[in-house]
């Protein structure tokens, strides 16, 4: 596992995150309802030639969850440059996954953010976007986050499989199911899914062109979350049409074919 060892005092929240290795500045950014434990097995690979941060998103993974907290797109770009400040990092190198994708994007687009290269994997960045689950735990919220926790556990089982392509290992699968678990997690797991709304991709999606940095996309080509047709969309206003997609994977490329990412990132920081 990855250790998250430093806090970042965030509008009196505090954010978890952790670094390794040493080198140029890369960040690996997570999406929902994972945390940075989606990097465990990429991050090390890594820290031989970069200096990697991770952190967990505000209301995900061991970051704080409170009741009435704003844990949507609209704060997390904000987070981030904010963190970068914080480390004295500028231009680095940045891998994302999901809703770290269009935190990245916003981020760049407006905080004026600028990086180094752009990984970017299955992100949340073209409409339309949410589940069926989405928009029906959008309208119920409280009867959700108050279902007895058997049923809640059952739900969050069903969904975090349907993100992978391959059957998840219980190592994972624990790992990714412990955050939203018990009094505090159990409602702040409903709060994220409540709060998704695509107003804060559509915010940027006008702003999508080519960038003046390296910039690459992997899309798991049995994504059921979102399907690779957007991710070819997404290519076509920011990479020329150019994207790779990897066989036999969902959206949880991580753990369906981490070693593609790996490939993908030693060539872009090339």
């Not at 269009?102 to 990086?115: G, K």
Request: with cysteine.
């Amino acid at each position: 596992m990855l250790k998250l060892d430093q806090s970042f005092r965030f509008e009196g929240q505090d954010v978890a995150w952790g670094r390794i290795g040493e080198g140029a500045p890369l960040v690996m950014l997570h999406g929902t309802p994972f945390s940075s434990q989606v990097w465990r097995r990429i991050a090390p690979l890594i820290a031989s030639r970069r200096t990697v941060y991770f952190f967990d998103l505000l209301g995900y993974g061991q970051s704080a969850k409170a009741d009435g907290q704003d844990v949507s797109l609209g704060v997390q770009n904000k987070l981030f440059a904010s963190l970068l400040k914080e480390w004295g990092v500028k231009e680095p190198d940045v891998l994302c996954h999901d809703f770290g994708g269009s935190t990245a994007l916003r981020t760049h687009y407006l905080n004026d953010v600028r990086y180094r290269s752009l990984l970017l994997v299955d992100p949340v960045a073209v409409a339309p976007w949410g589940s069926a689950l989405v928009q029906h735990v959008r309208k119920h919220e409280a009867a959700f986050a108050g279902a007895p926790d058997y049923i809640h556990e059952s739900i969050l089982r069903a969904y975090l499989q349907g993100a992978a392509f391959q059957t998840l290992r219980s190592e994972a699968l624990d790992l990714y199911m412990q955050p939203w678990l018990g009094p505090v997690g159990k409602p702040a797991f409903y709060r994220q899914i409540a709060q998704m709304d695509q107003k804060f991709t559509d915010e940027v999606e006008k702003l999508y062109r080519p960038m003046n940095f390296p910039v690459r996309i992997l899309w798991g080509r049995e994504d059921e979350w979102i399907p690779i047709a957007q991710g070819q969309k997404l290519s076509e206003k920011l990479t020329n049409g150019v994207m790779t997609a990897v066989p036999q994977a969902g959206h949880l490329v991580q753990e369906d074919a981490p070693e593609m990412i790996v490939a993908a990132l030693f060539d872009t920081l090339q």
